[in-house]
């Protein structure tokens, strides 16, 4: 599955690369207070594509992660917001879930984020339903940059 993915990104050209969202954003990686990890391989024209680890739960391996962000021609990173979703399936799980992210920055190497969580195979369709935040920080050998 990498490599499929691993092709489609190879596919796409950056547009406007050089814009503050595409340059915060691309080629990124962060974890948050919980050392789940979002790698943020590329942000093009307003789409993300990378890869989630979560440090929890009952789920192994990296799991595709797809979002967009909104562009801002201000050059200015406290306006960018962005989200992206992962669904708890891969090679190694079926976990019979998806997650959704909705986030907004905080500084340069921090953003703050809002997830909500449904499960497929819950009964009682309140319970199938998590909400909750993440804070997240650029990866330590990124910040040098």
């Known amino acids: 599955m990498l490599s499929l993915l691993l092709f489609f990104l190879g596919c796409f050209r950056p547009v406007n690369a050089d814009s503050g969202t595409s340059t915060y954003l691309h080629n990124s990686s ?10 943020i391989i590329k942000a093009y024209n307003g789409t993300l594509i990378g890869l989630y680890f979560s440090g929890v739960g009952d789920v192994k391996g990296y799991y595709r992660a797809v979002g967009t962000y909104a562009e801002d021609d ?45 499960r497929g195979l819950e009964q009682d369709r309140w319970a199938s339903t998590r909400i909750n935040k993440d804070v997240f920080v650029r990866d330590v050998d990124q910040t040098k940059q």
């Open 30 to 39: 962060w974890t948050n207070e919980l050392n789940s990890q979002l790698q």
């Open 74 to 118: 201000s050059q200015s990173i406290l306006r960018i917001t962005f989200g992206w979703s992962v669904s708890w399936s891969n090679s190694d799980r079926q976990a019979f879930a998806t997650t959704v992210w909705s986030a907004r920055v905080v500084d340069q190497n921090t953003f703050e984020s809002i997830w909500t969580e449904t």
